[in-house]
């Protein structure tokens, strides 16, 4: 398969039926030959064409040209032809996972990050459809649901408006969070988020259910947006919380917020230089076969977003359209052999 072809098939070597097709138009134009001579052998031939009417001349051509067409259509439907065409998505749950980290009150977007990110995220909420289910996690040095998953808009809204600003980043907190809510019943330990000590199972206790991976990417019905500015200083590592999420088939598409050079930020007597760790959320996307995007303004993170909620609702995929070529074909024959009937009382 050459993906660079807006076309390809599943059995190209079915196309070789399409030589048929200089056959078939050869066997029209020598019936067209045969008809004419038996045309003269009348006393007159203006008789004939009289008889016929002056529309007849490109009349006749309009049926066997119309079939033509479709036995082309037909005979590609039968090499099973697919492309890529946009389709609804299948997004049941989104999860926005949201740094409130002290680094997200620096400037360098404006009016300042958290700010941005929230106003960013509100606008992404009322673009979606309102049968996607959305869920809020924040973190900093740990990560919190503020919002279960909900149809609520204004809940979500509300959600987000609450983000308090804390020390610490705990992008793997986020993340492992993230996934504790998609999937609750699925016994995913958060006790490397908490950082308290796993508790045995009781008596009463449901043994969690047996976990078998997945392919990165497949499951269609959630996913993650993680939106960061910083680099982790705490909780478990993003790439390995990645892997949790990409063995459960959900992607994650990271965001980027500030400038790539970083800013010093200060705030009650203590500052720091808080840099993007690009790297690291280029990884965790491509791990979960998400994607990265980097927005270094207010007005770019409203674009990522966007294109967000785009991705999000319609989804580019590649899909078999026989049914398509064949249904076209059959149309043109009911066509062909109408016109055929209106026209000259036969069909064909």
Known sequence: MNNQWPLAFIWPEMLWALVALPLLVLLYVWLLRRRKKTALRYA????????????????????????????????????????????????????????????????????NRITAAQDAAKAFVAELPRTVRLAVVSFAGTAAVVQAPTLSRDDVVAAIDRFQLQRGTAIGSGIVLSLATLFPDAGIDLSQI???????????????????????????????????????????????????????????YTVGVGTKDGETIGFEGWSMRVRLDEPTLKNIASITQGDYYYAGTAADLKKVYQGLSTRLVVEKKETEISALFAAAGALLVVLAAGLSVWWFGRVL
């Open 44 to 111: 007159s031939l203006s008789l004939v064409k009289e008889a016929l009417g002056p529309r007849s001349a490109w009349r006749r051509h309009v049926p066997p040209v119309l079939l033509f067409l479709a036995i082309t259509l037909l005979l590609l439907a039968m090499a099973r032809p697919h492309a890529v065409i946009k389709l609804p998505s299948q997004q049941e749950t989104i999860v926005l996972a949201m740094d409130v980290s002290g680094s997200m009150r620096a400037t360098d977007v404006l009016p």
């Open 194 to 252: 908490t950082g308290a000590r796993a508790m045995p199972p009781g008596p009463n206790d449901k043994p969690p259910p047996e976990f078998t991976p997945v392919a990165p990417g497949s499951y269609p019905s959630a996913a993650i947006i993680l939106l960061t500015d910083g680099q982790r200083t705490t909780g478990p590592d993003p790439l390995e919380a990645a892997k949790m999420s990409a063995d459960r088939g959900v992607r994650i």
